[in-house]
């Protein structure tokens, strides 16, 4: 017997009806708006206060922010963090290397070092550099040097050291992180083709890691920029070196904090948006390569759950 309910006015079998779009009904969260509001009350409180004292001369933080002295400790903390990073991106290349070797001599020290200068504090360290000279009075090269300890030891060399050689600690693990993530078959490959350790390492592995070292790298960096200032204790100028001088003549204290506050944001600001190019290069060919606000617009207008009516 032929079931005519199934057919449709022709006698052909009756159309499916298309299933009606999905439409996303995102839940309110009221806890957020309530937190929200809490946090720009409490930010209006705080600049409210600070904006009425009468203790502090607002007036004078752009003068300080151009003051010879400002300027040039600015300049020192560039310089002392440019050069104090670079030392430790190559000491944390090397160690991370040793530290994966087969020789157990090798990876032994390259983990004593990573273990000791983790393991004490930067301002310990960079006191240790400063008073070498207590240890080991002269600095002898048999046959081609020597010198007295305390002319070797500059601020700027104690700072230098102090930074570099702590900064290359956490490097060769961000480092050795980088070049495990890379897939040992790569490495089984390019033995095939006849690639001894080295040029793997340059050609294959680095390359490849750079992904996953660049944007914790860029995070030390700007990290660099602000740790500088432990570089004081050593004597060496740099901007929280130049506000102390500046505080003892006028007695500017917080005026000059806020000065040489400024002046961290703006380094640390630009350093950042310098990282952000640098990793969207090491990420072509990913998601992540989108810009900020590509993504910050697909946080707010996510796209629509379920096919749109036809």
């Known amino acids: 017997m032929t079931d005519t309910a199934s057919r449709g006015p022709t006698g052909g079998p009756s159309a499916v009806p298309e299933p009606e779009a999905v439409k996303a009904i995102p839940v309110r969260n ?22 009425r004292s009468d203790q502090i001369t607002w007036e004078a933080v752009p003068s300080l922010l151009t003051r010879d002295t400002i300027l040039l400790g600015a300049g020192y903390t560039l310089l002392i963090s440019v ?42 360290q960079l006191l240790l550099w400063y008073n070498l000279s207590l240890a080991f009075p002269t600095l002898t090269i048999p046959g081609i040097y020597s010198a007295d300890m305390n002319a070797v030891m500059t601020p700027f060399v104690a700072a230098l050291l102090g930074l570099g050689i702590n900064e290359g ?13 890379i897939d040992p078959g790569q490495v089984d490959a390019a033995n095939a083709l006849g690639m001894d350790g080295r040029l793997t390492m340059r050609r294959i592995v680095l390359p490849q890691a750079m992904r996953v070292i660049i944007p914790p790298t860029g995070n030390e960096y700007i990290n660099m920029l602000k740790t500088s ?82």
Request: proline share 3%; charged share 15%; no cysteine.
């Open 169 to 181: 600690a956490y490097m060769a693990e961000i480092v050795r992180a980088g070049i495990l993530s």
């Open 83 to 124: 050069t104090a990073m670079v030392l430790g991106i190559v000491l944390g290349v090397v160690a991370a290397v040793m530290r994966l070797s087969p020789n157990p001599v090798t990876s032994s020290i390259a983990a004593f070092y990573v273990w000791f200068f983790r393991g004490t504090p930067v301002l310990v």
């Open 30 to 51: 009221y806890g957020r708006w309530v937190a929200a509001v809490l946090a720009v009350g409490l930010f209006a409180v705080v600049v409210t206060a600070f904006g």
């Open 229 to 310: 200032s432990l570089a004081s204790v050593v004597q060496f100028p740099e901007l929280l070196k130049a506000h102390d001088n500046i505080a003892a003549g006028s007695l500017a204290v917080f005026e000059g904090l806020m000065a040489i506050s400024i002046w961290y944001l703006v380094l640390t600001t630009v350093f950042s948006i310098g990282q952000h190019f640098l990793e969207r290069r090491f990420a072509r060919g990913t998601d992540r390569r989108r810009t900020l606000i590509e993504r910050l617009l697909a946080n707010i207008a996510p796209k629509r759950v379920g096919a749109q009516t036809r």
